[in-house]
C-alpha cells in the first residue's frame, strides 16, 4: 500500500521547483536505496563525514565540505565558523560571541526569506547581520566600506526571484571581503548544478541544500576552504547539535554525487528539453493561451515554461487557474512569482513524462 493510501496524505504534481512545502524533490531509486541500507546500520559519525568531505571535494574541485541538515543549518554553522574557526571553547560558548568579532555583512537586496529570513540563520549563530547598500542595488564599494574590522564574515547570495535590486557582481563582492581580510560565504541553495562556478568567484565557502536538484535527502553541503569546513565541524559539539546530518543523510549524499558523477548531462538536458516541448505541444490552440519556454534566470541547465493567460480570451486569470489546479486531484503546485502580471510558470524538472501529460489534461479541462 503506498504511503499516500495508508496515511490519507494528499497527491501532489510539483511543477513549482524544488520547493520545501511540498516535499522539494524526488530521490532516485538508487539514492533511496542507499538511505535506506543506511537507516539499519552503524558507523562511525565522524570517518562518514571525512569520506563525505572526500566525495564533495571529487564532485566540486574545493578543498573539503561537510554535511549539514541543511541549507539554513549550513548558512548559520558557516557563520559560526567565521566566528569561532577550530576553537572547541569559542564553539561551546556561542551564542554569546563575547570576545569574537561577530559582524555579519550581506547586501541589503539579500535579506531573503527562502521561508525564514536569512538574517535569523545569521543571529541564530549569535552573530549580528549588517545590511550594506539599498534595496535597490548595493555597489562593490558600499559593501566593502561596511566591512570594517570588527566584521567576520561577509554574505552573498545568487542572483534570484528572492534577492532585489541590481544583481551584485559576486567576484568583486568575493574580492571587497578579501581586501577587509574576511572570508565570503555564498548561500547557493539550489545552486549545486553551479557549484564549481561559484568556487571559481573565489567565495570561500558555498552552501547549498542536497535536497534541492541534487535529490538527496535533506541535507545541506558546505563546501570551500578547509580550515572553515574543519570550523564547521567542530560546531558539532556546541550550536551544530542541532543542525547536525544523519548518517542516512550523509550516505544518501554521497549516493547522489556518485549518481550525478555517473550521469550523462546533456542527457538529462535533452530529457528536460524533451518535457519542456511535450508541455508546449499539449497547450497549444487553448484559447487566450501564450506559451513559451524561459530559460532558468540564475544559470542553471534547463527551461520552464511560461503560460501568459490573455484576460479576454482565456478562461481563468492567472492567479484563478493556479487555484484551480491546487483544488484538483492530485493537486498540481505551479510557480507563483509571475501571477500578478498574468503570467503562470511551470518547473517541469520534478515531473515524469506521464506527469507532464497529466498537467496538460488538466489545463486542457480548465481552459479549453
Ligand atoms: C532553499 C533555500 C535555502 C534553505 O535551504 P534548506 O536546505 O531548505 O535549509 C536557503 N537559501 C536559499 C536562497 C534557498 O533557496
Known amino acids: 500500500m503506498s504511503l499516500h493510501r495508508r496515511y490519507g496524505l494528499t497527491r501532489v504534481i510539483n511543477a513549482r521547483g524544488p520547493f520545501t512545502p511540498i516535499g522539494v524533490s524526488r530521490s532516485s531509486g538508487e539514492t ?11 558507523f562511525l559519525l565522524d570517518e562518514l563525514q571525512d569520506r563525505a568531505s572526500e566525495s ?15 541549507a539554513a543549518a549550513g548558512i548559520t554553522l558557516a557563520v559560526a ?9 569559542r564553539a561551546a560558548a556561542l551564542p554569546v560571541t563575547e570576545g569574537m568579532a561577530d559582524r555579519v555583512v550581506l ?14 540563520a545569521v543571529r541564530l549563530s549569535g552573530a549580528t547581520p549588517e545590511l550594506a547598500g ?15 574590522s570588527t566584521h567576520v564574515c561577509c554574505l552573498l547570495l545568487v542572483a534570484s526571484r528572492l534577492t532585489r535590486g541590481e544583481p551584485v557582481d559576486l567576484a568583486a563582492a568575493v574580492s571587497a571581503a578579501h581586501r577587509r581580510g574576511v572570508p565570503a560565504i555564498v548561500d547557493g541553495a539550489a545552486q549545486d548544478l553551479r557549484i564549481p562556478d561559484l568556487l571559481g568567484t573565489g567565495a ?58 555517473r550521469s550523462d548531462r546533456d542527457g538529462w538536458q535533452r530529457e528536460q528539453d524533451r518535457k519542456v516541448a511535450t508541455f508546449l505541444a499539449r497547450v497549444d490552440g ?12 540564475t544559470g542553471l541547465p534547463f527551461g520552464r515554461v511560461h503560460l501568459r493567460l490573455d484576460g479576454r480570451d482565456a478562461r481563468l486569470s492567472a492567479e484563478a487557474l493556479a487555484v484551480a489546479l491546487r483544488s484538483g486531484s492530485p493537486q498540481i503546485h505551479v510557480m507563483e512569482h509571475g501571477l500578478s502580471s498574468g503570467d503562470i510558470v511551470f518547473e517541469l524538472v520534478q515531473l515524469s513524462e506521464d506527469e507532464v501529460r497529466a498537467v496538460g489534461r488538466r489545463l486542457t479541462d480548465l481552459l479549453d
Open 107 to 120: 547586501p541589503a537586496g539579500h535579506a531573503v526569506n527562502y521561508g525564514q529570513s536569512i538574517l535569523q
Open 81 to 89: 565558523a567565521a566566528m569561532t574557526g577550530r576553537s572547541a571553547e
Open 204 to 261: 570561500d565557502i558555498v552552501v547549498v541544500s542536497g535536497q534541492k536538484y541534487l535529490a538527496s535527502p535533506t541535507a545541506g553541503l558546505v563546501v570551500g576552504r578547509r580550515g572553515l569546513v574543519e570550523a564547521v565541524r567542530a560546531q558539532e559539539k556546541g550550536i551544530g547539535r542541532a543542525m547536525k546530518a544523519s548518517k542516512e543523510a550523509i550516505l544518501g549524499v554521497m549516493a547522489a554525487i556518485d549518481e550525478r558523477e
Open 286 to 297: 487553448l484559447a487566450g493561451v501564450a506559451a513559451r519556454a524561459v530559460p532558468d534566470p
Open 32 to 42: 533511496a536505496a542507499v538511505v535506506a541500507e543506511a537507516l539499519s546500520h552503524h
Open 56 to 70: 564533495i571535494s571529487r564532485f566540486t574541485g574545493a578543498e573539503a565540505g561537510t554535511v549539514t541538515h541543511c
Open 134 to 148: 539599498t534595496e535597490a542595488g548595493c555597489p562593490v564599494a558600499d559593501l566593502e566600506r561596511s566591512l570594517a
